[in-house]
């Protein structure tokens, strides 16, 4: 018995080590470069102290405050036309009888595979100066706030959709029984039943949708023209000015409505109550004709939407010379004559996109592990369980210009990354932490504390346990966080436009350097390629899911 507990002892000192360690690699990878950005919008460009002044410089230059109020209006009404539809789009696939809903939904998620700068691109050719349909604007701008708009309703939609699917798809039918008895009319029964139960789901997509939507660099600097937003405002302050100090502040500018959103999103979470009880009956959709009919028509037109925008990028990058020559050609694909990377650019992406994947998934799982399953250790673990959600509140942009001062800082022992592929790889998977976090978490949730239990008496080792039970068991869930590091390390261009180097500069990126160049149809061939590949490895994935869980989930079946 000694013998058990001082095993047991050890293996408690092991967790505790593995939670220290996982509080360090947060505060590395995104504590500590968040303070070194803080101080430098402190610091005036010779680096003397100059406290609030910068600010204040920020606050009286008028250019610079109006794109403050450009991004909070805009963002808003994107929020405001991405909600219903996507709201809508969710009631038709989790509510209605109607048919081809599988397909509907993967359509939907196409734009999670595109780099946002995709509808960007398509739009310019729909509607811009020699766009297909650039009278349907009626002498209206493309370049400029709609053009914002229509690429920001694109880019968002699946991301509120998939909030929206999962807060419908919770319905207790006893409820709309007793509504059907009680002679409620159909739209009473979904004011009084359907949008109450799903209002915290609502809520939080509204408040990813508006995150998003102000954080994007993407699409407002190829579409955005004249239009400044804080996004675009960081590249030119630290870029076309060389203006580190007051791109500090535009950053934390930009860091404040975000982590707002992101801490009203954690309040409205925390008000939420059980949906379901224990006697909840599922609730199975009846066919109503008029319903699906008119369901599966707004589902076909948002789907049609979504498969024009891709469909335009893919045509658009075959067109020998835009709108002269229309002749389909592989000649943009051709990248090293638009580009001095070539297919370098996106050999880095793809290598930055495994190493993602591959450390991402172990830090993150692992990392999760050690949090779930320490015993005590109070204070460190709701330390470094905050840390685990701070990145979900921070933009790509503010988290790489604080990579800039913190990894590029002189005496740094870790500068030696800055400017490899290390240091892209360490801030896609900083900034790409919290939602994978969560996922381990969720599954890890599942397991009963008697599988610890069970092991400690046979005498069986920590690694052994986690290796020969937790892995197997959690592997769903290990492929979807591997999957979600890998697509968004490859479209990812916000957090990594100010940290790649001379040789490892990226596919995302490169997009941008040729739209800049005016070789538009080889950024469009580039984006194209992207969507190429992360839907060939999400199809890989669905492949290796499938087969992995016929070996390691076969106890969930009867």
């Known amino acids: 018995m000694r013998a058990r507990w001082q095993r047991l002892d050890r ?9 220290l360690l996982l509080a360090l690699w947060l505060a590395v990878t995104l504590v500590l470069p968040l303070g070194s950005l803080l101080i430098k919008s402190f610091r005036d460009a010779d680096g003397a102290w100059v406290g609030l002044a910068n600010y204040a410089s920020y606050f009286a230059t008028p250019s610079l405050t109006e794109s403050l109020w450009n991004s909070l209006w805009v963002s808003t009404l994107i929020t405001a036309l991405v909600l219903p539809l996507a709201y809508v789009y969710a009631y038709a696939l989790t509510r209605s009888a109607m048919p081809g809903k599988s397909v509907f939904k993967a359509l939907a998620l196409i734009p999670i595979l595109a780099p946002s700068l ?21 002498g209206a701008s493309i370049y400029g706030p709609i053009g914002i708009v229509i690429s920001q309703v694109f880019y968002c939609f699946p991301h509120a959709l998939m909030i929206l ?13 007793a509504a059907r008895v009680l002679g409620a009319s159909p739209l ?51 870029i076309g000015q060389q203006n580190f100090a007051m791109g500090a502040v535009v950053g934390f500018v930009l860091l404040l409505p975000a982590v707002l959103a992101f801490g009203a999103d954690r309040w409205v979470q925390h008000r939420q109550v059980a949906l379901l009880t224990a006697r909840a009956v599922p609730l199975v959709p009846v066919r109503d004709t008029a319903r699906d009919t008119s369901l599966w028509l707004f589902c076909a037109l948002v789907a049609f939407a979504m498969l024009a925008m891709l469909g335009m990028a893919v045509w658009a990058s075959l067109v020998t010379r835009w709108p002269y020559n229309l002749t389909l050609t592989l000649a943009n694909y051709a990248f090293s004559n638009f580009d001095s990377e070539g297919w370098q650019a996106y050999r880095n992406s793809l290598s930055l996109a495994a190493w993602t994947a591959v450390l991402g998934t172990v830090i993150v799982f692992t990392g999760a592990y050690v949090m779930e399953k320490t015993r005590g250790f109070a204070l ?50 900083a900034h790409f932490y919290t939602v994978s976090h969560i996922t381990a978490t969720t599954a890890l949730k599942q397991l009963d504390a008697e599988f610890e239990a069970v092991s400690a008496s046979l005498k069986v080792s920590l690694g052994r346990m986690f290796a020969r039970v937790t892995v197997p068991v959690c592997m769903p869930a290990v492929l979807d966080i591997s999957i979600y590091l890998f697509v968004n390390a490859m479209t990812t261009v916000s957090a990594v436009i100010f940290l790649y180097g001379s040789d490892t500069k990226l596919a995302a990126v490169s997009i941008i350097h040729m739209d800049e160049a005016g070789f538009t149809a080889a950024a469009a061939a580039m984006a194209v390629v992207i969507v190429a590949t992360s839907a060939g490895v999400k199809g890989v994935h669905s492949l290796l899911t499938w087969q992995l869980s016929r070996r390691t989930q076969a106890w969930r079946m009867r």
């Open 11 to 19: 293996d408690d000192l092991w967790m505790r080590l593995g939670v």
């Open 118 to 138: 995709l509808p960007a691109i398509s739009l310019i050719y729909l509607f811009g100066n020699q766009g297909l349909l650039k009278d349907w604007l009626f």
């Open 165 to 177: 699917v999962v807060a419908l798809s919770m319905a207790d039918a006893r409820h709309y029984e």
């Open 188 to 238: 009473r029964t979904f004011w009084t039943v359907t949008l109450p139960g799903s209002k915290y789901g609502l809520i939080s997509a509204g408040f990813v949708v508006f995150t998003l939507a102000i954080t994007d660099f993407g699409i407002a600097k190829v579409i955005g023209g004249r239009f400044n937003v804080l996004a675009t405002d960081i590249f030119k302050q630290v």
């Open 380 to 429: 460190v673990r709701s330390a470094t369980q905050l840390m685990a959600m701070l990145s979900m509140a921070v933009p790509g942009l503010v988290l790489g210009l604080a990579y800039i001062f913190f990894f590029n800082a002189p005496g740094n022992p870790l500068g030696f990354v800055y400017g490899t592929m290390a240091i892209l790889v360490l801030n896609s998977v």
